[in-house]
Structures are given as C-alpha cells and as structure tokens.
C-alpha cells in the first residue's frame, strides 16, 4: 500500500468528500513525500502535473481533518488510546500574517517571533506512537484574560470529538493550573499531567471525627514529596534505581482532589536522587496508568519534530488563515499517513524505529527512478528493472 492508496480508502469513508477534491488530496499527500526543498505552492508545481494556482485554490477550501484522521488513527491502533495536546511555536516572517506574535519556543527556551498552533494527537499507548488529529492556529486570544484561558477554551471546542478517542487528555506541566483543569474537566475529560516539585498538596482526615463545634477536620497534614506518609501511599512499582508511589491527596492550587503518582529516583546508596509528581483527575486511576500516559504524551513533540524537518510545517508563505490551516494540517497528517503504512502496518516485533526521513528518501528515488524510465522509453515491467528497482529506492537511506 502507498499513500495515494491509503488516502483514498479513507476519504472513501468519508461522504461529504467530492471527487476533484479527493483527486487533490490523493496527489497532494503523496507529493509531500516525494519533493525536496520548501514545502511552498511554487515548488509544489515543479514536482506536480499540478500549477501553482490549483494548490492556492484547493488550500483555501474547508476539508474536515479531524475525521480524516480520526478515521486513520482508528484503523491503525490499538484500543488502549489518550489524546494529547501541545502548542507549537511555528517560524514565520513579517508582521502582516494573522496571528504573528512572540509565542514561547521550547527548542530556543524563549518567546519567538512567529505563529503557534495547538496541537492534537491520538497517543497509541500500546504501539508506543501518536497520530495526528488537528491543529488549530493561535487566534483571538486577546479575547481571553490569559493563553491559559484560551487554550482551555480550545480544548472545550473540541471536546466532544476528543473523547471519541478517549476520555484522558495528557498536557505537560504548564497546565497544571487552576483555571484550565476546572474548565476541561467540566466537559467530562480527565486530565494526566505534571506538577511542580513543591506542589501544595494536603493528607485527607481519614479518622473519626469528635463531637465540637465548627467544622469537621478535612486535612490532616501537608504533603513532602521525599518523606511520604506510608498510611497514604502505596508502592505500585518498584525497580531497582526508582520506584513510584500512588495516593489521592487534596491539591490547594487546583481545589479538588486528585490521584497522584510520585516517582523516586534513587542514587547507588539509595538516597533519593529526584522525584517527579504526576497527577490525574481521575480517582480511579493507577499510579502506574498515570506514569505510563504521561510518558507517551511525549509522542506528540515527534510528530511535530518530523513534520518541521521533513514535511515543511513551517514552509508556507501564504497570509490566509485558511490557507495556513491547510498546511499545518497536511504537514502533520502526512507524517501520520506514512507512519501508518510503513510503521504501524508491520508485525510490533519486526518494527524498526520510525524513520520520516527514510520514506522521503524512498519516495524521491522512486519518482526519479520512474522519470529516468519513462524518459527513456523503457517499460518498468522489464524483469531487470524490476530486479533494479528494489535497490534503487533503498538508495541513500539510514536503514537499507
């Protein structure tokens, strides 16, 4: 199976989808993986039977990417899925592209001139992988008190649609906040994530409560990270340099209670050397499921990783927001599409590290190799170039 082929049995299951449209699509997902240099509409023509003006038209037009890939990622892995969500902080010159801004980078470690998506991502916790749902540029966040507003409200908009993949969203560190957490899990997601080190988090009163005036005791104590209280805390995993702990404590911070799952790394002489402490909103939840979802959240920063350096998500010069959607879009799909036919498809235990650049580098010899044959007037059903044509696609790769 290519990816043409694998586009089309998707879009098959989607009505709503024209054939023109669908013609586009097939040829503009296989051309992200075939051409070199920037992904922009000019570059685009000179590897395509398509002109320039036909990828301005077909970018501006609405296509329905969260199906498009929710379809894909259903197909391709297993039952045991979390979605995730990242911003990403996209390079873009000038000042008159919407949404142009100083956004925070976390590959320079400060805000950047340029745009920024929000990112979603079906986290496969089996296949150890993520796939692409949708991303959503930055826009109108000056309607919101603050980006952590609006990123709450980004993920309420969606988050009907998101639990069709699962009820758990993993977000890193800076959404363990008041104001996201309360607003996201109003609409029945739970969150998986990771608090501060020095976390305010307080012992429940589990005892009997005297007959007094005022209040019955809630709180019995406060949490230290490195001297757990053991009538709380479990064991659930241990190893022999770290070992992880579950409790459900009360967060001050996020005013709610919540299961927590602390990690202590351990030196040689078995003093503490680090603790990590992840938490989820869900009380049902082990300490182990907490730490082993948190983990594959991380997915998502490859995905974007392979779709800047191999599949231009920071190459589009258009000004339209439309036009900017589509391409962030496709940049993200594309990397699932190819990690579906030449990752996911294949038996777990004859897989080899996903390699994005190593089916670039396929899909361009093979487009040279057919050139070169047709140009010659060879037919490519000869027995030797058949024999040749295995050899020739392998040309050049990190694992031939």
Request: with cysteine; hydrophobic share 35%.
């Amino acid at each position: 199976m290519n990816v043409k082929t694998l586009t089309a049995t998707i879009l098959g299951n989607m009505p709503d989808i024209g054939k023109w449209q669908s013609d586009f699509l097939q040829e503009n997902f296989d051309l992200q993986c075939k051409m070199r240099g920037r992904h922009n509409f000019l570059n685009m023509s000179r590897y395509s039977d398509l002109n320039e003006g036909t990828f301005h038209n077909n970018y501006d037009k609405d296509f329905n990417f969260f199906d498009f890939n929710l379809l894909l990622s259903e197909q391709y892995s297993s039952s045991e899925r979390i979605t995730a969500f990242d911003p990403s902080h996209i390079s873009k010159s000038g000042k008159h592209t919407p949404g142009t801004g100083l956004y925070w980078s976390g590959c320079a470690g400060h805000n950047k001139w340029g745009l920024e998506i929000g990112g979603f991502a079906s986290v496969d916790i089996v296949n150890n992988t993520a796939m692409h749902l949708e991303a959503n540029q930055t826009l109108g966040q000056e309607e919101y008190p603050n980006l952590l507003v609006y990123y709450a409200a980004l993920v309420c908009f969606h988050a009907e649609k998101l639990k069709k993949v699962s009820k758990y969203l993993a977000v890193d560190a800076y959404f363990s906040r008041f104001p996201f957490v309360e607003e996201v899990c109003a609409t029945g997601l739970e969150i998986i994530c990771r608090l501060r080190d020095d976390a305010n988090l307080l012992y429940p009163y589990v005892g009997p409560h005297p007959k007094r005036q005022g209040a019955k005791t809630k709180y019995i104590g406060k949490f230290d990270p490195r001297n757990l209280d053991e009538a709380y805390f479990t064991c659930c995993v241990e190893e022999e340099d770290y070992r992880i702990f579950e409790a459900t404590l009360y967060s001050v911070a996020l005013k709610r209670y919540i299961r927590v799952a602390v990690m202590h790394v351990y030196n040689e002489d078995g003093s503490i050397k680090l603790h990590n402490i992840y938490f989820s909103t869900d009380l049902t939840l082990s300490g182990i499921d907490i730490y082993c979802y948190y983990k594959a959240r991380y997915q998502i920063e490859f995905l974007y990783r392979d779709a800047k350096q191999y599949a231009g998500l920071e190459h589009c010069q258009s000004k339209s927001e439309t036009k900017l959607h589509f391409h962030f879009n496709t940049a993200l799909t594309t990397v699932s599409i190819a990690k579906a036919i030449y990752h996911l498809s294949q038996p777990i235990e004859q897989r080899n590290p996903f390699s994005m650049a190593d089916i670039k580098t396929q899909y361009f010899n093979e487009l040279m190799f057919d050139l070169i044959i047709s140009k010659c007037g060879i037919s490519p059903h000869e027995p030797k170039i058949i024999s040749i044509k295995k050899n020739v696609l392998n040309f050049g790769k990190i694992r031939a």
